[in-house]
């Protein structure tokens, strides 16, 4: 597509619900990156895919958040057993190498998905 | 952990008005660095990408240096408009891929 997807834009759920997130990146991106925001505070770096290599999961702050890419595309974020604290915006955004992308603007990002725990 | 700084955290000036946003980084290692723009209820847009071996980059009323030596970016935004009013990010990539945020620059330019 022409830019980055994510749904939903807004989900609400309850406290130790599971929870997907979806990304659709742009077509022929191979990169493909999770990030959180969370009030007050900078973005944060969860997960990065580059193609069929293993991804990068450093940054998921706990064993109740997973994510995968399947065929190379489309990426589902998870995050299970929800709690109040994991309530921010979760972004994603893809690229089309490693350095940073294509032309001279590196990443390009989605509109974000705000997930509210109550 | 790269840790990112920006300065100020907020900024208000009247249109017209020429400024400079602020980021500092702890470690010289970078492989490039990147600043966005945040709107309100939006994803981030990236304005400017400067890789390590360079010094900066220009696009339009913007200009962004990189000093890796004293490990600081400099955003310039040439005769401020109200459409510029947005939150101004700075990120550092120490890999070439996972991007390290600065809190941001929230700007407001006033007609």
């Known amino acids: 597509g022409a830019g980055v997807s994510q749904s939903p834009s807004n989900k609400v759920t309850e406290k130790g619900k599971d929870v997907e997130l979806r990304c659709d990146p742009i077509?022929?991106?191979?990169?493909l990156y999770w990030y959180r925001q969370s009030l007050g505070q900078g973005l944060e770096f969860l997960i990065y895919?580059?193609?069929?290599?293993?991804?990068?999961k450093s940054g998921l702050p706990s064993d109740r958040f997973s994510a995968e890419r399947t065929g190379g595309s489309v990426s589902t974020l998870t995050i299970q057993r929800t709690q109040q604290e994991d309530s921010a915006v979760y972004l994603c955004?893809?690229?089309?190498?490693?350095?940073?992308?294509?032309?001279?603007?590196?990443?390009?990002f989605g509109s974000g998905t705000r997930l509210t725990v109550v | 952990k790269q840790e990112v700084t920006q300065i100020p955290a907020a900024l208000s000036v009247p249109e017209g008005e020429n400024l400079v946003l602020n980021c500092s980084f702890t470690?010289?290692?970078?492989?490039?660095l990147q600043w966005f723009r945040q709107d309100p209820g939006k994803g981030l847009t990236s304005l400017l990408l400067?890789?390590?071996?360079?010094r900066e980059q220009t696009s339009g009323r913007l200009n962004a240096s990189l000093d890796k030596s004293s490990g600081r970016s400099t955003l310039y935004i040439a005769a401020s408009q109200p459409g510029d009013s947005a939150t101004y990010l700075c990120?550092?990539?120490?890999?070439?891929?996972?991007?390290?945020f600065g809190k941001g620059t929230s700007l407001l330019v006033t007609p």
């Open positions: 955004a893809s690229s089309s190498r490693v350095s940073g992308g294509q032309g001279e603007h590196g990443y390009t």
């Open positions: 077509s022929g991106h191979t990169a």
């Open positions: 895919f580059q193609g069929n290599s293993a991804p990068d």
């Open positions: 470690d010289s290692a970078i492989y490039n």
């Open positions: 400067i890789q390590s071996s360079q």
């Open positions: 990120a550092i990539s120490p890999s070439g891929y996972a991007l390290n």
